[in-house]
């Protein structure tokens, strides 16, 4: 597995995901549809180009997955129990059909967790940027890492 364990995070340690990748029409227009967002200006290219952007948007939730996704393998691969929430979520530009993006991580804060022993707590700020380096995601995320010697 090449997920961090929590000993191994540290506050400040930050991580740039190698990994991009390029969103296509096809990318947002099945996640519009699996998770029945209707918006126009995800779907609708007649609406989208009415607008100020002038073309469709790339969901932002997809977005938010992407970028998280981006970072598995490098920080929580076979090493987390759970994502325990979000927060702090900002969409400064928009993204769009053949936009590739990549991700980075910081680590903010991290503590023993005070129910599980074999886990600890750790907040993560995560960022999504456009190959010119423009950021269109960034959040916080809480998320639960195993220690080294529960595995």
Same mark, same amino acid.
């Given at each position: @597995? ?5 000993? $191994?995070?540290?506050?400040? %340690? ?12 096809? %990318? ?12 126009? =200006? !995800?779907?609708?290219? %007649? &609406?989208?180009?009415?607008? $100020? &952007? ?14 998280? +996704?981006?970072?598995?393998? %490098? ?5 987390? #129990?759970?994502?325990?929430?979000y927060d702090?979520?900002? !969409?400064? !530009?928009?993204?769009? !059909?053949?936009?590739? #993006?990549?991700? $980075? *991580?910081?680590?903010l804060a ?13 907040? =993560?700020?995560?960022? +999504? ?6 950021? #269109?995601?960034?959040?916080?995320? *809480?998320? @639960?890492f195993l ?5």
């Amino acid at each position: @597995m090449t997920g961090r364990y929590y000993e $191994e995070l540290e506050i400040g %340690d930050v991580y740039h995901h190698s990994t991009g990748r390029t969103v296509t029409e096809m %990318d947002n227009t099945l996640f519009s549809a699996l998770t029945h967002n209707s918006q126009p =200006l !995800h779907i609708n290219a %007649d &609406f989208a180009a009415r607008t $100020e &952007f002038g073309q469709r948007l790339v969901n932002g939730v997809f977005t938010l997955g992407l970028v998280v +996704g981006l970072s598995v393998a %490098d920080v929580t691969e076979g090493t987390i #129990v759970a994502n325990l929430g979000y927060d702090k979520v900002v !969409h400064p !530009h928009p993204l769009f !059909h053949g936009d590739t #993006v990549y991700a $980075e *991580t910081l680590v903010l804060a991290k503590r023993e967790s005070a129910s599980r022993p074999n886990c600890g707590i750790v907040q =993560l700020k995560q960022t +999504g940027r456009k190959s010119d380096g423009t950021v #269109v995601v960034e959040f916080e995320r *809480t998320v @639960m890492f195993l220690k080294r010697a529960a595995a």
